[in-house]
């Protein structure tokens, strides 16, 4: 399958990669902490025939520059001018955890902006800095870092522990290869953006057609927390992927695809 080659801004700020008609609507995924554009190169396949599919390089990761300051609302912003660089007009949005985060961020600061939105194993809150269970959250990712240890020589563990049943051996290698070109500094950035984030009270606002896609194995974003989370968004649809961890796009890209293509088909006439 031909790989889409990386592509920046015209502000040189953010890379991306893209597939499908420059005219298409925008469909725009946003991947995890351990993530990178390159990780949905099998969504930007499957659904670069009817969508402009596009995927972003977070800030400070890949070719797209670091924020000055790491924050979900400074990481929303990013978005927003991102949206604007590329003159997506009302996108769908697909946020897979922290992305997930991003996205409940900027329909607060912009309601209206999405057309529709996926969020893809992701959660309303992470909690208060000095709560027992963030405590421990932090110190398992970055205490191995502390101790001398380096993206790559954890990234097999970091991903092995987030996946469930019978992951597919390609987007496994995918993750790993990610999840080890991340720059240290960006995924200390991010996990402790984490700290403090929390939507809960804006759920019942979101007024665009949500889906939201968990993993029954996933540990991270539990099934369980995510099926209560959409009971609060109105009109929200549920899915929920039997045996899958937290890397559903890549331990399961078929079922992953299939069940965001029903949403995009129930949506409206014009996101067919």
Same mark, same amino acid.
């Given at each position: 399958?031909?790989?889409?080659?990386?592509?920046?801004?015209?502000?040189?700020?953010?890379?991306?990669?893209?597939?499908?008609?420059p005219?298409?609507?925008?469909?725009?995924?946003l991947?995890g902490?351990?993530?990178?554009?390159?990780?949905?190169?099998?969504?930007?396949?499957?659904?670069?025939?009817?969508?402009?599919?596009?995927a972003?390089?977070?800030?400070?990761?890949?070719?797209?520059?670091?924020?000055?300051?790491?924050?979900?609302?400074?990481?929303a912003?990013?978005?927003?001018?991102?949206?604007?660089?590329?003159?997506?007009?009302?996108?769908?949005?697909?946020?897979?955890?922290?992305?997930?985060?991003?996205v409940?961020?900027?329909?607060?600061?912009?309601?209206?902006?999405?057309?529709?939105?996926?969020?893809?194993?992701?959660?309303?809150?992470?909690?208060?800095?000095?709560?027992?269970?963030?405590?421990?959250?932090?110190?398992?990712?970055?205490?191995?870092?502390?101790?001398?240890?380096?993206?790559?020589?954890?990234?097999?563990?970091?991903?092995r522990?987030?996946?469930?049943?019978?992951?597919?051996?390609?987007?496994?290698?995918?993750?790993?290869?990610?999840?080890?070109?991340? $720059? @240290? !500094?960006?995924?200390? +950035?991010?996990?402790?953006? &984490?700290?403090?984030f %929390? #939507?809960?009270?804006?759920?019942?606002?979101?007024?665009?057609?949500?889906?939201?896609?968990?993993?029954?194995?996933?540990?991270?974003?539990?099934?369980?927390?995510?099926?209560?989370?959409?009971?609060?968004?109105?009109?929200?649809?549920?899915?929920?992927?039997?045996?899958?961890?937290?890397?559903?796009?890549?331990?399961? $890209? @078929? !079922?992953?695809?299939? +069940?965001?293509?029903?949403? &995009?088909?129930?949506? %409206? #006439?014009?996101?067919?």
């Open positions: 399958m031909p790989q889409p080659g990386p592509m920046i801004t015209e502000d040189g700020r953010f890379a991306y990669e893209a597939a499908g008609d005219n298409a609507i925008p469909l725009i995924f991947h902490i351990g993530g990178a554009a390159r990780a949905w190169r099998r969504q930007l396949a499957t659904f670069g025939g009817r969508f402009r599919a596009i972003w390089d977070m800030p400070g990761y890949g070719g797209s520059a670091p924020l000055a300051s790491v924050s979900i609302a400074a990481l912003d990013a978005l927003q001018q991102f949206i604007a660089q590329l003159g997506a007009t009302r996108p769908i949005l697909v946020g897979h955890s922290i992305g997930g985060m991003i409940q961020k900027l329909l607060v600061q912009c309601p209206k902006l999405a057309r529709a939105v996926v969020l893809a194993q992701t959660s309303p809150a992470f909690g208060k800095a000095d709560g027992d269970w963030q405590k421990s959250f932090l110190a398992a990712r970055l205490g191995p870092l502390d101790r001398g240890e380096t993206m790559q020589s954890l990234a097999p563990s970091l991903v522990e987030l996946v469930g049943d019978d992951p597919d051996p390609a987007g496994m290698e995918l993750a790993r290869e990610c999840m080890a070109s991340v $720059p @240290e !500094a960006s995924y200390r +950035a991010m996990m402790l953006a &984490l700290i403090g %929390d #939507q809960r009270s804006t759920l019942k606002d979101i007024s665009v057609p949500t889906l939201l896609l968990s993993g029954s194995k996933d540990n991270n974003a539990p099934a369980p927390m995510m099926a209560k989370t959409a009971t609060y968004i109105p009109g929200a649809e549920y899915v929920e992927l039997p045996g899958v961890g937290h890397l559903a796009n890549l331990e399961r $890209p @078929e !079922a992953f695809d299939e +069940a965001i293509g029903r949403f &995009l088909n129930s949506v %409206d #006439q014009s996101v067919r």
